[in-house]
């Protein structure tokens, strides 16, 4: 089993020019880079505030660009008398072999031509770098030694034969990812927050206008880890299936299926932890009524984004695993996001959960006009109403566009059903001599501020 480098970045000395920090890299985009923002760089100090940063929005899709290397196994040999089956397994192989080889040069660029430059020209501080960048530079050296051992499988005829050892035995490595996953979800914040400095924004826009960044932004290449770590499971799978029964491989292959889809899942559940923290963290309560006991219970956030109330006003609302949470955005302190409670939090398992078809008159004063914009119909909204404990709650919530108020649906209906078996569960245990926990299947949805849907085994 290996063990991954956890070295510190090391600090480079500061300096006024940033041509100097990218020369060593032999690329013309990389010198044009460096003395444009060499060029166009102020180096004023600006003592001013930073605006409000929206926490998870929508960016433009990058068009992610085809990869450099788009050349196929078959590419690399003259001939082969191989079967069908088999050609396909060896094209699998080597694009898990290519794929490594080109997030080692991924996360080596972003080393070279984000952190350091950023560091010398005191574009951020150490700190800040730090935290955005996490734990990055101690997972070039871990998929270097995959990239190595994979190398050493290839044979004279440029085949591999058995892989599931050698796979078996470095997967324990990408326990490594807990921390880099989990530090995430801060440092996108604080990334979304820096991005408002001029100088901040005008770097990182140089960097993906330039052709070495595939016009991908930074974010893009500091999220690439989480995407190749959710690709190990798919590309086993495939190699499994084009696998004879007869190959040393397929006793091996569904053990390191298990071992990493295991793995993945951990990763899953720690970054969940860690992001339902965080969000917690950031809620400020105007009465104390307001800490509902299920907030602090709460191990992950099914989704969260915006919504607008019935009197048209923007809400940051949280679906927490065991309780919704409506807040307004307030101002930032000691360098994170606050979002003051608005009104009572609701129990998922109170929430009874009410879907108002697009084209409802708006009568009754119930959405005030608000929804409406002048006419007489209401579109993409929804009701939620609790019961329980003092009084009644109610909130009509308005989502951005059919896409998003259907996500919020899926979401409140998944985690009412839950808060619900895991009170009848809890409530049937305390009757039972033997109490036996609960095991929830953690579906962890993040909705961007206007409440677009993204898969956290991505997260």
């Known amino acids: 089993m290996c063990e991954p480098s956890n070295k510190r970045v090391k600090p480079v000395a500061k300096s006024n020019s940033l041509t100097g920090v990218l020369n060593p890299v032999k690329t013309p985009a990389l010198k044009r880079i460096g003395q444009s923002i060499s060029r166009s760089i102020s180096f004023r100090t600006e003592a001013r505030p930073l605006p409000t940063a929206p926490l998870r929005s929508r960016t433009k899709a990058s068009s992610f660009p085809r990869r450099r290397n788009s050349q196929c196994w078959s590419d690399t040999v003259e001939s082969h008398d191989l079967t069908a089956k088999e050609i396909k397994r060896q094209e699998v192989i080597y694009e898990l072999t290519q794929g490594e080889r080109q997030l080692i040069e991924d996360l080596s660029l972003v080393k070279k031509v984000y952190y350091e430059p950023m560091l010398k020209l005191d574009i951020m501080t150490e700190s800040e770098l730090g935290q955005i960048f996490g734990t990055l530079d101690s997972l070039i050296p871990l998929h270097q030694d995959l990239l190595t051992r994979l190398e050493r499988l290839r044979g004279s005829e440029k085949t591999v034969g058995e892989v599931g050892p050698t796979l078996m035995n470095w997967f324990p490595c990408l326990e490594a990812y807990v921390t880099y996953c989990c530090n995430q979800v801060g440092a996108k914040a604080l990334l979304d927050?820096?991005?408002?400095?001029?100088?901040?924004?005008?770097?990182?826009?140089?960097?993906?206008?330039?052709?070495?960044?595939?016009?991908?932004?930074?974010?893009?290449?500091?999220?690439?880890?989480?995407?190749?770590?959710?690709?190990?499971?798919?590309?086993?799978?495939?190699?499994?299936?084009?696998?004879?029964?007869?190959?040393?491989?397929?006793?091996?292959?569904?053990?390191?299926?298990?071992?990493?889809?295991?793995?993945?899942?951990?990763?899953?559940?720690?970054?969940?932890?860690?992001?339902?923290?965080?969000?917690?963290?950031?809620?400020?309560?105007?009465?104390?009524?307001?800490?509902?006991?299920?907030?602090?219970?709460?191990?992950?956030?099914?989704?969260?984004?915006?919504?607008?109330?019935?009197?048209?006003?923007?809400?940051?609302?949280?679906?927490?695993?065991?309780?919704?949470?409506?807040?307004?955005?307030?101002?930032?302190?000691?360098?994170?996001?606050?979002?003051?409670?608005?009104?009572?939090?609701?129990?998922?398992?109170?929430?009874?959960?009410?879907?108002?078809?697009?084209?409802?008159?708006?009568?009754?004063?119930?959405?005030?006009?608000?929804?409406?914009?002048?006419?007489?119909?209401?579109?993409?909204?929804?009701?939620?109403s609790s019961r329980g404990r003092a009084k009644a709650h109610s909130y009509s919530l308005q989502a951005n566009d059919s896409f998003s108020k259907q996500q919020w649906i899926t979401c409140l209906r998944q985690a009412i059903v839950q808060s619900r078996d895991r009170t009848a569960h809890t409530s049937q245990s305390q009757f039972s001599p033997h109490h036996d926990p609960a095991l929830y299947h953690i579906a962890e949805l993040s909705l961007s501020s206007d409440t677009e849907m993204a898969d956290h085994t991505s997260r």
């Open 193 to 384: 927050q820096k991005k408002h400095e001029k100088r901040v924004e005008h770097f990182l826009r140089l960097c993906q206008e330039s052709s070495f960044s595939r016009k991908l932004d930074l974010w893009n290449f500091l999220d690439l880890p989480r995407s190749r770590l959710v690709k190990y499971p798919l590309l086993l799978k495939e190699i499994q299936k084009c696998t004879p029964p007869d190959h040393p491989d397929e006793d091996t292959l569904p053990d390191a299926l298990e071992l990493i889809q295991s793995i993945v899942a951990e990763v899953n559940k720690k970054t969940g932890e860690a992001e339902c923290q965080f969000y917690r963290r950031g809620l400020s309560y105007l009465e104390e009524g307001q800490r509902v006991p299920e907030i602090q219970q709460s191990r992950f956030l099914y989704c969260h984004g915006e919504l607008k109330n019935n009197k048209g006003q923007r809400l940051h609302v949280f679906l927490f695993e065991l309780v919704l949470v409506l807040t307004r955005p307030g101002d930032e302190k000691d360098g994170g996001h606050v979002f003051n409670v608005y009104r009572q939090p609701l129990p998922n398992a109170l929430i009874n959960l009410e879907e108002i078809p697009d084209g409802e008159a708006a009568g009754g004063g119930t959405f005030r006009g608000a929804f409406t914009g002048g006419n007489d119909k209401v579109k993409n909204c929804f009701r939620v």
